[in-house]
């Protein structure tokens, strides 16, 4: 532990750039070196500038110290690029996190088929589907699922490895006390505990624009291959795509209708050369020679039951509204009129009613205010009226 407050106090030190920290454990070997050396022995760091320096003067270890005491409280671990439980697979990329924060059991990655699974927050019932589907086959199939957690693509692919029981890999912008979005709170909890969560900034930080541009570099070092489900043409799914290209991974996208502006990118990605992918074995397939024990082209064709957007947006039964004896009842002609004019769903204009029934505007405005009273009309906004019985004449 005491070693690791140098470490942290290193990621913490502003304006020292994730590069420059990377050149200095080089040159130093480790962070409490770097610590203790005096600053011409830092500046001998290949690219350091005096600036940074500077900021690395500031001994105060009162932060990392508090960082420390966060992490023994939410049950978070540290680990170092120095650690060998790190992932070789994202140590060999050209800008890897010194350190990231762990919740959870994370799997010996290097010996997994991972595979990123992106796309844009604002999806379609189309893409949701698509990345739940995408992800249950992917964790059916034996491959590990990573995701950004974002709201959309993101969380869905992850429910549907969760689904099929599976390894996920959450790696998100925040501290991992940080619920962001905040519908995705339990999502959260449920990887920890199937899989885990990694992000590269302590506790209780707040997620920033900036932070999820490096975030992506991290989803596609972990992994062998990116996924794109929807992206429109200006899309953070289409950064993580390019990011996986660059660190020589494969890129696969889900293809969409032509005039779908959320399939815009994904369309431009196969026309450019991405694999074409409608199952999960479409991306494994390329995986297999070199996880046989692993990956298994059933269980990446399997479908779950039932998606879960379609879960949700199964109608519930609409409720009968009560029914109304007309000749019992002590209505008005004007009332029983506005009555038999509005509909049960389609809401209608206090001007329509008027011009459809003939009443004058202000026998029209009385007697809706005496309907609404007795909850036999529901007024919705913009002075819009609908039936809330059903009358029996």
């Not at 070789?88 to 010996?108: M, S, T």
């Not at 962001?180 to 990694?198: F, H, K, M, N």
């Not at 506790?203 to 972990?222: Q, V």
Request: with cysteine; hydrophobic share 40%; net charge negative.
């Amino acid at each position: 532990m005491s070693a690791l407050k140098y470490w942290v106090w290193l990621s913490e030190c502003r304006g020292v750039s994730n590069q420059t920290r990377l050149a200095l454990l080089r040159h130093f070997g480790s962070p409490e070196d770097v610590f203790y050396a005096d600053a011409g022995e830092i500046l001998l760091t290949e690219g350091i500038t005096r600036e940074q320096v500077k900021a690395l003067e500031d001994h105060n270890l009162d932060k990392a110290d508090k960082i420390l005491a966060d992490c023994q409280r939410l049950s978070l671990r540290i680990l170092t690029i120095q650690d060998a439980e790190y992932p070789g697979r994202l140590q060999n990329i050209y800008d890897p996190p010194c350190l990231l924060y762990v919740k959870g059991r994370l799997p010996a990655i290097d010996e997994e088929a991972a595979v990123a699974v992106v796309g844009t927050r604002d999806c379609t019932p189309y893409g949701v589907a698509c990345a739940e589907k995408l992800g249950y086959g992917l964790a059916n199939g034996g491959a590990v699922v990573v995701s950004g957690l974002a709201k959309g693509i993101d969380a869905a692919a992850s429910r549907g490895a969760l689904r099929a029981g599976g390894v996920t890999v959450g790696v998100v912008g925040n501290g991992l006390d940080v619920h962001y979005p905040y519908e995705s709170r339990y999502l959260y909890e449920d990887i920890a505990a199937a899989g885990v969560l990694l992000s590269e900034y302590p506790p209780g930080t707040e997620p920033a624009k900036n932070h999820f541009p490096a975030r992506n570099r991290i989803l596609s070092g972990l992994s062998l291959a990116a996924l794109v489900v929807e992206a429109p043409e200006r899309s953070g799914a289409l950064i993580t795509a390019e990011t996986a290209l660059e660190q020589g991974r494969d890129v696969f996208a889900v293809p969409g209708p032509i005039d779908a502006p959320n399939s815009v990118g994904c369309n431009r990605l196969i026309r450019d050369g991405a694999g074409l992918v409608s199952d999960a074995w479409d991306i494994l397939r390329e995986y297999a020679g070199r996880f046989p024990e692993k990956l298994k082209q059933d269980g990446a064709k399997e479908q779950p039951a039932a998606l879960g957007y379609q879960a949700r947006q199964k109608a519930e039964p609409k409720p009968v509204p009560p029914s109304l004896d007309v000749h019992k009842s002590s209505l008005t002609d004007d009332q029983l009129n506005l009555l038999r004019a509005l509909d049960a769903e389609e809401p209608a204009l206090v001007d329509d009613l008027i011009e459809q029934t003939g009443i004058p505007t202000r026998r029209v405005l009385s007697a809706l205010t005496l309907l609404e009273i007795e909850q036999l009309v529901t007024q919705h906004s913009g002075k819009r009226y609908t039936r809330a019985v059903t009358l029996c004449e």
